[in-house]
């Protein structure tokens, strides 16, 4: 797949493609089709994209050195491609027109002649798999709890959460499949730089030795030390950072001040765009209205970047409890200190703000709550 040779690098590949579905042209304006300078949460737009009057786009992409770019479409698609020596032809869905609008974005296929961009084809895919395993299973969730089929509830919640812990594993098999790849650090942002730091130096380290220009590699070995200290911060008993952001009315909400007279507050990160976050909303929901006179609370931080779709999605979801963002998206100034990564997020905090569990999903939640107010 890769030479190793990067003074044959081609200055710039083509990308093209067309937007089958564009929104409409106000909509385009507030969310531009943009060309991101990386594949990660740090990244910056590089360039904006105009449509063709039929849909189409075609532009210049930097390859050399090769790296990793992101495709952010109108908000509604997202890709990360390799641009290396080939041209690629990318397709998008854009607006969903369906009269019920759900948050499950289509799988985005990188054509090219070359076999460059085989990893993302197939790592993506099994994302995509993956989430629609886990938005059918959340259907029949949703369906059990209804009933009141307490069994059947627990069973499928568990279910997702291996969905949840399913795709770092995979990642593993794709790294090892592709490890003398460039394009491997792809896989290897898909697995925990804390839990499985020493996987990732095994194969990260030769990555930088042989592609020292490789600056992605170099950032996957950054992101173990910021998980180790972000795990330092987070530790059972130590006091969460008082959080001062925005809520929607674009008042400051205070998390000292919200955990006055209550018990327990979970401080949940959390988006719009993200299906497990509001996969995981209803358990939350139902936790917060049984326990809530027993003093429970919820404080919700989202990682969006556009104040519409938040708001939509509070309503949408009926979510009563505290809502604040600082509408930088990944950049969250909450979500920096604390290197947060991946979400759905949370952390019970006690009402001195002491952390006393952390990353409690489904039935996990409502058992430690029971725990600790029954």
Partial sequence: ??????????????????????????????????????????????????????????????????????????????????????????????????????????????????????????????????????????????????????????????LIMEQYSNMPVRAKWYVKAFKNDPQVVYALNMISPRRDADFILTY?????????????????????????????????????????QADQNGKDQNLYDYLKGKKYVLVDFWASWCGPCRAENPHILKVYDKYKSKGFDVFAISLDDKKDRWLKAVADDKMPWAQVSDLKGWKNEAAQYYNITAIPMNFLVDGNGNIVAKNLRGDDLEKEIARLLN
């Fill in 204 to 244: 990260v380290e030769p990555l930088i030795q042989k592609y020292p220009w490789l600056k992605e590699a170099q950032e996957v070995k950054d992101n173990i030390d910021k998980a180790i200290a972000a795990a330092q911060k987070t530790e059972i008993g130590t006091k969460f950072i008082n959080v001062t």
């Fill in 1 to 158: 797949m890769w030479t190793g040779l990067h003074a044959q690098q081609r200055d710039f590949i083509t990308v093209k493609g067309k937007v089958n579905f564009p929104p409409s042209k106000e909509n385009q304006e507030k969310y531009p089709f943009v060309l991101r300078d990386k594949y990660n949460k740090d990244s910056e737009v590089y360039q904006t994209i105009q449509l063709k009057a039929d849909s189409t786009y075609e532009i210049k992409v930097p390859s050399s050195p090769a790296r990793m770019y992101t495709l952010d479409v109108f908000g509604w698609d997202r890709i990360t491609f390799w641009a290396g020596n080939d041209d690629l032809k990318i397709d998008f869905r854009g607006m969903d027109t369906a009269k019920v609008v759900i948050k499950n974005p289509p799988y985005v296929f990188i054509e090219s002649e070359g076999k460059e961009n085989q990893l993302i084809n197939m790592l993506n895919w099994e994302v995509y798999q993956n989430y629609q395993n886990t938005i059918a299973i959340g259907k029949r969730q949703y369906m059990a709890m209804q009933s009141k089929d307490t069994a059947m509830t627990k069973s499928l919640s568990d």
